[in-house]
């Protein structure tokens, strides 16, 4: 069975462009999970999508926004890009009705902001 | 707030000597706390979820308990392939999201 997947794995983007980063979740699972890990800190709660709604938002500018599709896979959308932006970004799966509550990653996007 | 807070942030360990990680946390009523391995650029994987004070779990050298207050990762003869960095998260009743902390970051030597 296919684990959650991410794209791309490395993006390089200017301070002021956009960045979008894609996720797709396990097979049968419907919620999906953003979080951001910069470089030597912990993870920190970005998104979460559940059955196409935003259930759940972390303290984060409205710049950072996203959206899940039909089939639950999800994309993240980070605009007006800053230097501190920078950081491996990170999709979850969960299937939040089994109400278990662990989460499956994907091996993140690194996001380069110059 | 959720708030989970991990320690030592690292720790060195020659191969074969035992010890444990600590997670301290506090969350408004205890959905689960969870333990995930990270090895460098890689995401998370999970290990165990604990959901009430007294669980234990076990897995190979690994073993988690749980209090009211916090839990630990008790790591047996470790071996170099156990080095990676060790996250704690909780998730509140009735909420989507977990709370992780900044980790500890396992070294074994040989």
């Known amino acids: 069975e296919a684990g959650v997947t991410q794209s791309p794995t490395h993006l390089i983007k200017t301070r002021g462009q956009q960045a979008t980063l894609r996720c797709s979740p396990i097979?049968?699972?419907?919620?999906v999970y953003w979080y951001q890990q910069a470089l030597g800190l912990g993870l920190q709660f970005l998104l979460w999508y559940d059955e196409g709604e935003e259930r759940n938002r972390g303290n984060f500018p409205p710049r950072f926004s996203g959206r899940q599709f039909p089939n639950y896979s999800s994309e993240l959308n980070v605009n007006a890009l800053e230097l501190e932006d920078s950081a491996l970004y990170l999709c979850?799966?969960?299937?939040?009705?089994?109400?278990?509550?662990?989460?499956?990653f994907g091996e993140g996007s690194r996001l380069t902001v110059l | 707030e959720d708030q989970v807070t991990q320690s030592p942030e690292a720790l060195r360990l020659q191969e074969g000597e035992s010890s444990s990680l600590n997670c301290s946390y506090t969350v408004s009523g205890l959905r689960g706390l969870f333990w995930y391995r990270q090895d460098p650029g890689k995401g998370p994987e999970f290990l165990f979820t604990?959901?009430?004070a007294g669980e234990e779990k076990e897995k190979e050298r690994l073993k988690a308990t749980l209090t009211k207050k916090e839990s630990f990762l008790h790591i047996t003869a470790p071996k170099p392939e156990d080095s990676a960095t060790y996250l704690c998260?909780?998730?509140?009743?009735?909420?989507?999201?977990?709370?992780f902390g900044d980790g500890t970051t396992l070294t074994v030597k040989p």
């Open positions: 097979s049968g699972h419907t919620s």
């Open positions: 998260a909780v998730q509140a009743a009735n909420a989507g999201k977990s709370t």
């Open positions: 979850a799966s969960s299937l939040f009705s089994a109400n278990t509550g662990e989460l499956f």
């Open positions: 604990l959901y009430s």
